[in-house]
């Protein structure tokens, strides 16, 4: 395979249709291969917005022994993940010899410290694929949050999973927006962040959610709420099931207000992704768009102060 600027996309499960889909739509990459949810790709370096791990700019090398292995690894850098693709057996001797280090447990209220790590995997028992430049240092790319019985629903599990990637988060004296908030999942996760939470939705809120003192319930269209009737925002959150145009309007009309420092949105899909529309979204400036482990047939929108 070609090494130049050779990069390696993991697609989540269910989701290697949207990825090839992206990776089509992208004119400057290249599919050379696709293995499953394994997808090679030959372009220039970028962030696509679908798989769950992107390991960009992939190096490979010969090797004989797993000693010459680890030492080839130790010579490029110092924590390196196993992305566990074939040879599992000599890939674990190879890692054992490898530092260890400890993948940070995740908490809701802690700024979990990432820690600069490559990727690497065996094609054969002789060649040892390598990279420095990965999109997430974890193992497979994923960050897990753990199930909470307390939580009203698992949807918040896409927050806590946002705030670890992208490093910030609402803190005691931030007032933030819950757009779409039934049954309260996210607004759950917020009243345990952030000083005042205005949580909003046709529905009501489950107990969970409703009993904390920071939060305000408004039952109401989402879409009929002025910014200037809420006042300045740190962040405005939206789960709200609608169709992307309709939420980039939305976004729009509230950034345009001046009022909102920090955005956190779901972007949905009914069938075939609109990628024009992301990439509208993704003009915004200081945007990101990215799949979350628990993000489904959706992307995560967030555009920061
Ligand atoms: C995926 S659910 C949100 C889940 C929530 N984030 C949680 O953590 O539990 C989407 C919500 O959007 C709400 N919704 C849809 N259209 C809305 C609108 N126009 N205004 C307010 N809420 C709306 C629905 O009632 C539904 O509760």
Redesign the pocket.
């Known amino acids: 395979m070609n090494q130049k600027e050779l990069h390696l996309f993991v697609a989540s499960q269910s989701y290697e249709n949207d990825l090839k889909a992206e990776i089509r739509f992208r004119r400057n990459l290249e599919l050379v291969k696709q293995e499953e949810n394994l997808f090679w790709a030959i372009g220039p370096k970028q962030k696509l917005w679908w798989p769950q791990w992107q390991l960009w700019n992939l190096q490979s090398t010969k090797f004989e022994s797993i000693s010459q292995a680890i030492k080839f690894l130790r010579s490029r850098g110092k924590l390196w993940l196993n992305f566990d693709y074939k040879l599992h057996r000599r890939s674990s001797l190879i890692q054992e010899g490898l530092p260890k280090w400890k993948i940070p447990v995740i908490k809701r209220d802690e700024k979990t410290l990432f820690r600069d790590s490559g990727a690497w995997f065996l094609e054969d028992s002789n060649t040892l694929w390598y990279t420095n430049q990965i999109s997430l240092p974890f193992k497979d790319g994923i960050i897990n949050i753990p199930e909470d019985k307390m939580a009203?629903?698992r949807?918040?599990q896409?927050?806590d999973e946002a705030f670890v990637r992208i490093g910030k988060r609402p803190i005691k004296t931030s007032r933030v927006i819950?757009?779409?908030?039934?049954?309260?999942?996210?607004?759950?996760v917020l009243a345990q962040l952030a000083g005042k939470v205005v949580s909003?939705?046709?529905?009501a809120l489950d107990e969970n959610?409703r009993n904390f003192k920071n939060v305000e319930f408004i039952k109401?269209?989402?879409?009929?709420i002025a910014p200037n009737d809420i006042g300045p925002l740190d962040w405005l959150?939206s789960?709200?099931?609608?169709e992307p145009a309709k939420l980039l309007d939305l976004v729009h009309q509230w950034k345009s207000s001046g009022l909102v420092k920090n955005f956190l949105c779901?972007i949905?899909f009914k069938g075939k992704v609109d990628f024009e529309i992301l990439n509208q979204f993704e003009q915004i400036p200081n945007s990101d768009i990215f799949h979350l482990n628990a993000n489904k047939h959706e992307l995560t929108w967030v555009c920061l102060d």
């Open positions: 009203p629903s949807a918040f896409k927050l819950d757009l779409g908030s039934h049954p309260g999942g996210w607004t759950w909003v939705d046709t529905v959610a109401k269209d989402a879409f009929k959150f789960d709200i099931i609608c779901t949905k």
